[in-house]
Nanobody, 119 residues
Framework: QVQLVESGGGLVQAGGSLRLSCVASGSINHNAMGWYSQAPGKQREFVASITSSGSTTYTDAVKGRFTISRDNAKNTVYLHMDSLKPEDTAVYYC??????????????WGQGTQVTVFS
């Protein structure tokens, strides 16, 4: 099981930027990685993902504002968030897709980092 630690969240004014980081305890070279958000009272939702080869996917709400990237040498995935809106307020979680599913599941999750955007 890979441990994931997110950081970079905080309090930011609407229109501002943040960069979230997710550091893995082991190599992520061959793993797809993703970012998910969970607002209070809502289910966890997909935000962005990046494959091992660098292909990216975004939910419509963040296209053109958020950028996911990875640095395999640092076992790290980033989410650069620009033009932040109050509706982006949520806890943001990093997810690693395991190469093989096991009895404990197919994914590893971080503990989350809080992003709060005020107007």
């Amino acid at each position: 099981q890979v441990q994931l630690v997110e950081s970079g969240g905080g309090l930011v004014q609407a229109g501002g930027s943040l960069r979230l980081s997710c550091v893995a305890s082991g190599s992520i070279n061959h793993n797809a990685m993703g970012w998910y958000s969970q607002a209070p009272g809502k289910q966890r939702e997909f935000v962005a993902s990046i494959t091992s080869s660098g292909s990216t996917t975004y939910t419509d709400a963040v296209k053109g504002r958020f950028t996911i990237s990875r640095d395999n040498a640092k076992n790290t995935v980033y989410l650069h968030m620009d033009s932040l809106k109050p509706e982006d307020t949520a806890v943001y979680y990093c997810r690693l897709s395991r190469l093989y599913c096991s009895a404990t599941g197919c994914y590893d999750w971080g503990q989350g980092t809080q992003v709060t955007v005020f107007s």
